[in-house]
């Protein structure tokens, strides 16, 4: 009789199909997971913490989408040290988190808050004692309530400039252990969400002046941050932005779709990467604003592209684009058809090759060396079988993906050092509230009990084996 494994490698030879191929990342990858402040901290009047935005908003009758708020989130704020039990379970290297700048200010400006930087402290200190490298992100937007009252928030330069204050003043603290600093989580969308559509705190609705006015302010706060961080940060202290930039995928791979999709990655992100990288608007993105085109200094733009260390980008959906047959710009947004799948929220569409393109076409575009993936994940309706078991196949097919095309940027020397899974835990998801789960640990939020799916599995052996599982 034939063992079974000669009785394998015999079949193998029978069919002549080979080993599974391994897709493996570049030594050295850094797997990380993702959160932030107000999503999962909870604790909002715990040592002196101040109000912020998303405490007004998510407590405006109407606002969130199942009535609920962060008020005690995943409690994150008491049991980070559990948290961090979980992350070393999986074999994560590094965490990234938000630091919420009402604990710190707690108006915003003015005296600070030591007991806030003190929770901050504790976390650093216990992810360094678990061999974790900590991320930190400034402004994963809970902006102080004082600061919206007083200024306007973000409607005012004085925002950019207290945000500049609070950089420096964390960055002094905390930089002998922490040398990444994020600035601002996804400018694009707490500009779009929270002052256009009124979706995200503070809820606001401008008209497009006003609108194009917030964007550069933050743009500035971001170019004035990265100034602060370096004249505070100790040596080696490392500073980007973390940005979601429009993913612009060429719809069928040929060179002219590839092209369209690398001039519309320019122009869609004009008042974000763009201006970052380039110091300056694309003469077309002035031109389409006119009269509603911000109000800014060559210093302010000189500010903003204020050099930075490497590109941190969150990864979700994408766009399509082919040349266009019938504009001066170049690009067509292929429209989704009503058939396109999506994920448990109806905004995730997937699009595995955005994990390609947008880090390559950053790369490309502007001689970007060191990129992060700061956020990549979804949501599912993770339903437990009968065996108590959450079996989130839908998430481990979306993450399996995704990975296989950043394995296939790596490979092809695209920089990316690392991926930040979003998110550690189930967390409060802005205006769906409890509704949509991201977490690769199931958060039961009666009793802040974690629970690992089958994805922080799959993730574990993605990690271990530094290859896609
Ligand atoms: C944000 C996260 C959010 C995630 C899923 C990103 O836009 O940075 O805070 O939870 O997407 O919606």
Not at 372 to 394: C, F, H, K, L, R
Not at 418 to 423: E, K, N, V
Request: glycine content about 8%.
């Amino acid at each position: 009789m034939l063992s079974a494994r000669s009785s394998m490698a015999q079949s193998d030879q029978a069919t002549g199909i080979q080993n599974q191929k391994v897709l493996g990342f570049p030594n050295g990858f850094l797997w990380g997971t993702a959160t932030s402040s107000y999503q999962v901290e909870g604790a909002v009047n715990a040592d002196g913490r101040g109000p912020s935005i998303w405490d007004r908003f998510a407590h405006t009758p109407g606002a969130i989408s199942d009535r609920s708020n962060g008020d005690t989130a995943t409690d994150h704020y008491r049991r980070y040290k559990e948290d961090i039990r979980l992350m070393k379970a999986l074999g994560a290297k590094a965490y990234r988190f938000s630091i919420a700048w009402p604990r710190v200010f707690p108006q915003g400006v003015g005296s600070p808050n030591p007991k806030g930087l003190d929770f901050y402290n504790r976390l650093v200190d216990e992810l360094s004692a678990n061999g974790i490298e900590p991320f930190a992100t400034l402004y994963h937007w809970d902006l102080p309530q004082a600061l919206q009252d007083r200024f306007g928030g973000w409607t005012s330069r004085d925002t950019s400039k207290a945000f500049a204050d609070y950089a420096a003043h964390v960055t002094a603290r905390l930089s002998d252990r922490v040398k990444h600093f994020f600035t601002i989580n996804e400018c694009s969308r707490l500009v779009h969400l929270g002052h256009g559509l009124g979706a995200d705190a503070p809820g606001l609705k401008l008209p497009q002046s006003g609108l194009n006015q917030v964007r550069h302010h933050v743009a500035l706060g971001h170019g004035l941050a990265v100034q602060a961080i370096r004249a505070h940060g100790r040596a080696g202290t490392r500073v980007g932005p973390a940005e979601n930039a429009v993913s612009c995928i060429p719809a069928i791979e040929t060179p002219a779709n590839i092209h369209a999709a690398e001039i519309a990655t320019r122009e869609l992100n004009a008042g974000y990467l763009t201006v970052m990288m380039e110091g300056k608007y694309p003469e077309a993105h002035l031109a389409r604003a006119g009269n509603n085109a911000p109000k800014f200094t060559a210093d302010d733009l000189r500010v903003i592209s204020s050099p930075i260390d490497f590109v941190g980008l969150n990864v979700y959906t994408p766009d399509h684009y082919v040349v266009a047959a019938d504009n001066e710009r170049g690009f067509s947004l292929a429209p989704f058809p009503a058939s396109f799948p999506h994920m448990k929220a109806s905004w995730l569409r997937p699009g595995p090759e955005a994990m390609y393109w947008v880090p390559r076409h950053v790369a490309k575009l502007w001689n970007v060396k060191s990129i992060y993936i700061t956020e990549n994940g979804t949501s599912a309706s993770d339903q437990p079988a009968a065996d108590g078991t959450i079996y989130d196949v839908d998430r481990i097919m979306y993450l399996r993906n995704y990975l296989t095309q950043l394995q296939r940027a790596t490979s092809e020397g695209v920089p990316v050092l690392g991926y930040f899974l979003w998110s550690l835990m189930d967390n409060f998801e802005w205006s769906d509230g409890y509704e949509q789960r991201f977490g690769i640990y199931h958060v039961d939020f009666d009793t802040k009990r974690r629970t690992p799916k089958l994805s922080a599995s799959f993730y574990r052996e993605t990690i271990a084996r530094n290859a896609v599982a």
